[in-house]
């Protein structure tokens, strides 16, 4: 019987002792990635981020290393269109007004 208590209380102590030393290799884990640099393929993508939000945000809202050629190419792709189906802003998304239409009561 004491026995039973003992392994009962082992295990016990074995699983919050588990569970402690889990979360503080995780926690430590996480402390030590923060305090030592990053690994080479980590760095090069988080450059890679930062180099492509400073030329977005050069870009002012434009295509990021657009060249002559692709302005060229949009150009030309607005004109067809223009061609094919009239005058207008074909860069900005149309407007669409709906009207309720006119119901008429139907007498029985």
Not at 2 to 30: E, Q, Y
Not at 34 to 56: M, V
């Amino acid at each position: 019987m004491a026995l039973h208590k003992l392994f009962r209380l082992s295990s016990l102590f074995r699983s919050a002792g588990s569970l402690t030393l889990r979360r503080n290799f995780g926690l430590s884990a996480v402390l030590f990635n923060r305090a030592k640099d990053l690994d080479p393929i980590q760095k090069l993508f988080l450059d890679k981020i930062r180099d492509y939000s400073t030329k977005s945000k050069a870009a002012a809202g434009g295509i990021v290393d657009a060249g002559p050629s692709y302005e060229k190419g949009v150009s030309e792709e607005i004109t067809k269109l223009q061609r094919l189906y009239g005058t207008g802003d074909l860069t900005k998304f149309p407007d669409f007004k709906f009207t309720e239409p006119q119901l008429q009561e139907v007498a029985k």
